[in-house]
């Protein structure tokens, strides 16, 4: 039997009267708990007997928040991380959960972060000459995209090195470009906050394992969600395959070239390995794996007219590609769920809501036109192809076309947010390349 719906979608109209208020009688209060432990402490090996509340009470406990009922499947049996969500991207309806907001290492999903903080600075076709200082800093063993000193890269060459290849240089020589490594951190921080991913501390960039670089699977998602309402940022997570401009080379009558080579998504939901096929619907987001953090992922997918979200941080059981398997078992669910289970909380609105003004760039593509079109990454880019429909035909792509919120200012000060994040665009069918 399904669940009864909402009648009334809460907005922030309720919100920002009851914060207002707060705000006259006591100014601390309208902040947001801090999370429980230290950012500068290592996560423990069990979660918080207390953690966030933010995005409803119930996500803030321990251990596994489903509301099962008739009609409703069971989850999955064989998910092992210590933390994952599953939510509605454009309700932002958390459909179920797992120690949400444990603040632990987040890996290069954390990059979702970096690209939805500085995606809007520059124009893709902006070109940036790299020096020896651009690369100073990159942890041992980084994943590197293959960026070399001396070397002249556009911005859209380095966004795919940073969305396919997790690429660490691409992620420094971005952060040179915004003066600085400390001003990216410190932008970066400012963003998480505005977003109110709260259990979210950066010191490195590029998710690189540092002293007191946490997140949680209920941040990631807020990232993910916030990131993909930019026309350029679900394009790069949705390319599956791309040439990157190589090194400069003399030939022997003494005259240089540059060839290119081929860069792959590391998502292999979305390129796919030899133990797990591409996800059907699949259309990014970002992965991640360093020592501390284990493998996390925060994936995006469309089926029957639902698009959800999932994280999945650090599985515990030690399978190849164990990161993606979890999730497919979590989408699958969370398919089968929508519409049939109530909610256990929600995907908060960021704390100024003022994304959508009028005349503001609906795409929030940087230097973009703000068409929302199908366009791909750029020219040599391969965008995401899923797996056959159910149907049974082949060689369809598919990928999200995601605008931006609804927003209405009201007396200069209070919000009427539409919760829903509308796709009148949802899918765009390509051919597969």
């Known amino acids: 039997m399904h669940a009864p719906k909402q009648t009334v979608r809460r907005s922030l109209l309720v919100t920002s009267a009851v914060l207002s208020s707060l705000a006259l009688a006591a100014p601390a209060a309208v902040a947001a708990p801090k999370p429980s432990g230290s950012p500068s402490a290592s996560p423990s090996a069990t979660p918080p007997a207390s953690m966030s509340s933010v ?22 049996k064989d998910v092992t991380a210590r933390s994952w969500i599953v939510a509605d991207a454009e309700s932002g309806d958390v459909l179920a959960a797992h120690n949400a907001h444990w603040r632990l290492a987040p890996a290069s999903t954390l990059k ?4 939805d903080t500085l995606l809007p600075k520059f124009p893709s076709d902006t070109k940036h000459k790299v020096v020896p200082a651009d690369l100073a800093g990159i942890g041992v063993g980084s994943s590197m995209v293959g960026i070399k000193e001396e070397e002249t890269y556009t911005v859209h060459d380095l966004w795919l090195g940073v969305f396919l290849r997790s690429g660490n240089d691409a992620v420094h020589v971005l952060s040179a470009m915004n003066q600085g490594v400390d001003n990216t951190v410190k932008e970066m921080n400012e963003h998480a906050e ?30 993910a969600r916030s990131g993909m309402q930019k026309k350029d ?21 003494g005259k240089k070239t540059r060839e290119s080579f081929e860069i792959q998504n590391t998502n292999r939901l979305l390129s796919g390995d030899s133990d797990v096929p591409v996800y059907q619907g699949i259309a990014g987001v970002k992965n991640g794996n360093t020592t501390n953090a284990g493998a996390t992922f ?21 399978e190849h590609n164990e990161v993606y398997k979890e999730t497919a078992r979590l989408f699958d669910w969370g398919f089968k769920a929508a519409g049939k289970v109530q909610p256990v909380g929600e995907l908060v609105p960021p704390k100024g809501a003022a994304q959508a003004k009028p005349g503001a760039n609906p795409s929030g593509e940087a230097g973009g036109s703000g068409d929302g079109g199908g366009g791909t990454a750029g020219t040599g880019s391969k965008p995401a192809a899923s797996a056959p429909a159910a ?3 082949s060689g369809i792509g598919t990928a999200l076309g995601i605008t931006g919120g609804v927003l209405v200012v009201l007396a200069g000060a209070a919000f009427l947010v539409n919760r829903r994040w509308p796709l009148p665009d949802l899918v765009r069918r390509r051919t597969r390349p």
Do not use: C, I, W
């Not at 995005?55 to 999955?76: C, D, H, I, M, Y």
């Not at 979702?112 to 690209?115: E, G, H, K, P, Q």
């Not at 505005?194 to 699977?217: C, F, I, N, R, W």
């Open 298 to 318: 925060t994936g995006v997918a469309e089926r029957g007219g639902k698009v959800l979200l999932v994280t999945v941080m650090n599985p515990e059981k030690p």
């Open 391 to 393: 149907d049974g035909s």
């Open 112 to 115: 979702m972060l970096f690209a």
């Open 55 to 76: 995005g409803g009470a119930r996500l803030g406990k321990p251990g596994t928040q489903v509301n099962l009922a008739s009609g409703v499947p069971v989850l999955p």
């Open 194 to 223: 505005e977003l109110q991913a709260l259990d979210t501390h950066v010191v490195s960039p590029d998710g690189y394992d540092a002293e007191g670089q946490v997140s949680s699977a209920y941040d990631l998602t807020l990232f």
């Open 233 to 253: 940022f679900r394009e790069y997570a949705s390319t599956v395959r791309a040439k990157f401009p190589g090194e400069t080379k003399k030939g022997k009558k």
